[in-house]
């Protein structure tokens, strides 16, 4: 596996450093993650658990912080999901680990928090994915609800995409440039900035006074990835199952209208597509005509019109079942790499504590000490799963 050998410790937190910690783990990384010992730190249903191991130490104590700065000294990569200054006001700040004088100047230090991380300070604000969406100026740009607000899409953006990915990314760059110069750095990732990033592409069309791909303070008129072409949009069907059409380019609503006119007969034709006079009546049409027949029958019917852009709307588990995790009760890692595979562990719950013994003995502590850290109550074993 890619990073087999490569040590991770990841400081228990939600959701983007998790995903970043389990990416990391799926490439083949020893990933431990580090819980407090009363069950306060990782709530009931912790899931991006795949591959990881948990030590509960309580950093809180004096011989606890101990305990870390010495796996810390050893690790290759810290996960760190605190906001800016928590660290250091404990003592753990990459100052302490990174330079020549450092504990550990091949570390790898990543951060992850909310708001700008770098520039132009760092921001303490406390937030969530919904709140970091509002500050890139994406959220504005979504499609709008029928009470006139954004509609956002979960919390897979900022968190997921825009947090761990965009992390894990970060830390395989710099595993890359200590290859070279033997030198770990800090990867700072804030999930504002990341947003902005990932969302490039629609930001730079919303700055574009003649893009009509997404409404802006520049388009104010139906935007064609914004929900307002007929074409590229999503249609309920006769049993309440929905479908996504997407037939943007003319050659495939060409290839979509002449299937669905089989069984819709209208008077749309290709000419149609970019008449904008017309749409509310071609999405009236296409409305009417996929209530007359259920998901799974269109879906079938564009089978065999592959360049129709139609996919039927999956639940999560008919998508699962369709990809072949159903089999696994997990979500396979991707991408796929032909020299270096993931191994796909089952799933399993991660008991905070469950491998601190197996732990402390591969960083080097002895039985003796490990006892003593039992016994002083900065270290604990199958702890309690949390519940918030």
Request: net charge negative.
């Amino acid at each position: 596996m890619a990073l087999r050998g490569i040590r991770v410790i990841e400081l228990a937190g939600l959701a983007p450093v998790p995903f970043a910690g389990m990416m990391l783990a799926d490439l083949g990384a020893s990933v431990v993650r580090i819980d407090r010992p009363s069950p306060v730190s990782v709530p009931a249903g912790d899931i991006l658990t795949r591959g990881k191991r948990s030590l509960s130490l309580d950093l809180r104590a004096p011989q606890g912080l101990a305990v870390g700065k010495q796996l810390i000294a050893q690790a290759d990569v810290l996960l760190d999901p605190y906001r800016p200054g928590v660290l250091e006001r404990m003592g753990l700040g990459p100052d302490v680990f990174l330079g020549d004088q450092g504990l550990n100047e091949r570390l790898v230090y990543a951060r992850i928090s909310g708001v700008y991380l770098c520039y132009p300070t760092p921001d303490r604000s406390a937030g969530h994915d919904l709140n970091y969406l509002a500050a890139t100026g994406v959220l504005h740009l979504l499609p709008r609800r029928a009470d006139g607000t954004p509609s956002f899409p979960v919390n897979l953006l900022a968190d997921f995409a825009s947090g761990g990915h965009l992390c894990a990314t970060g830390v395989l760059a710099a595993l890359l440039e200590r290859a070279r110069t033997g030198k770990g750095q800090v990867v700072a990732t804030d999930m504002v900035s990341g947003a902005r990033y990932v969302s490039s592409f629609v930001l730079a069309h919303a700055q574009d006074p003649y893009s009509s791909l997404f409404a802006s303070e520049h388009n104010t008129g139906p935007a064609l990835l914004g929900g307002g072409a007929p074409f590229y949009s999503v249609y309920e069907c006769k049993d309440g199952g929905f479908v996504s059409v997407a037939c943007l380019e003319p050659r495939f609503f060409a290839a979509f209208l002449r299937t669905f006119k089989e069984h819709c007969p209208g008077d749309f034709d290709e000419a149609s597509q970019m008449d904008l006079e017309r749409w509310e009546e071609l999405r009236r049409y296409l409305r009417d005509g996929f209530k007359s027949r259920t998901r799974d029958e269109w879906a079938r019917t564009f089978e065999h019109e592959k360049d129709a852009c139609v996919f039927p709307v999956l639940t999560p588990s008919e998508a699962a079942q369709r990809s072949g995790d159903a089999k696994s009760q997990t979500v396979a890692p991707h991408p796929r790499l032909t020299g270096t595979p993931t191994a796909l562990p089952a799933f399993a719950t991660l008991t905070p504590g469950l491998h601190s013994r197996e732990v402390l003995s591969e960083f080097g502590f002895d039985s003796t000490r490990i006892a003593e850290l039992f016994a002083a109550g900065v270290v604990a074993e199958h702890s309690e799963v949390a519940k918030l």
